[in-house]
Each structure stands twice: as structure tokens, then as C-alpha cells.
């Protein structure tokens, strides 16, 4: 996985056309993110459960609106997970990037947080986040999704 302090490749230059808009995220990234799938009607409903408890130090934002390369993330990355990012830039996916968030918002969220990367439970926090991503597209309650079909 690319590192997420990367230079952007030399060769790279900003686009010349003056109607393009720049990417909406293409600034760095705040102290702390969670990227979550916003097309995802069951990841939305999540994101916005953190976003009313987390530190407004912290930014909770849809992978579509993320310029991923400046990242080191892809689309694929995205689609199989949700991602915290560290104010140094460290990155985390799966469960490890909700515990990320948890640990960012007040009591009791940051145990819990803790709680889910510690001995025995970690593996089991991993396996039942990949279970609910696999199967995310058939909770309804939570919306609509419309790309959640993966």
C-alpha cells in the first residue's frame, strides 16, 4: 500500500483547463478523518451517528469527496472498507478505523474504541466488521443504498 505521506508523482501537474473545479478534499486533511462509502445507504446512516458524537476537531467525509491519490488510498480500498486517518497520517481500515473514531469522540466512545483493538477481541472485531461489510446491502432499515451491492 503506497504511504500516505507520498509526494505527488513529478510528472504530475494540476489540470489546465479553468473550469475544472478542484477535487472538494484536495486540501490535507484535518487532525483525523473517517472515510466511509457514501454511497452506501448503511455507512451514511453510521457516519452520521459518529459525526453528531465526534470532536469538532475531527471531520467525518464520503470517499467521493476525497482526493484518494493524496491518500494513498483507491477506489478499490474505499469500496472493501471505511478509513481513519491519523493526524500524522497513519491510516487504519476495517474495524481499526471505527475504533479510530470512536477514540475521538467523549466518554464512554474512547474505551470502547480501545477495547476493540486489545488481544482476543481484535481478531473478532475484524471478522465481524468484514461480515457486515459483505453484507451491508441487505440491511434496509438503513436507506437505500445505491452502489452498496458489492
Known sequence: M???????????SPPTDAT????????????????????CGF???IARWVERRISDDYLVVPSQQVDLG????????????????????TRSDEHR??????????????????????????????WTYRMIAANRYRLPRFG???RCDR
Open 97 to 126: 478505523s471505527i475504533a479510530g473514531a470512536l477514540r475521538a469522540m467523549s466518554r464512554p466512545w474512547p474505551a470502547v474504541g480501545r477495547l476493540l483493538t486489545l488481544g482476543p477481541i481484535n481478531p473478532l472485531a475484524g
Open 2 to 12: 503506497p504511504d500516505a505521506t507520498a509526494e505527488p508523482h513529478p510528472s504530475s
Open 70 to 89: 493524496t491518500i494513498g488510498l483507491t477506489d478499490e480500498d474505499v469500496a472493501r472498507s471505511a478509513w481513519w486517518i491519523d493526524p500524522d497520517g
Open 43 to 45: 455507512c451514511t446512516s
Open 20 to 39: 475544472a473545479e478542484p477535487h472538494p478534499l484536495s486540501r490535507p486533511l484535518p487532525a483525523g478523518t473517517l472515510i466511509y462509502d457514501g454511497d
Open 144 to 146: 437505500n443504498p445505491r
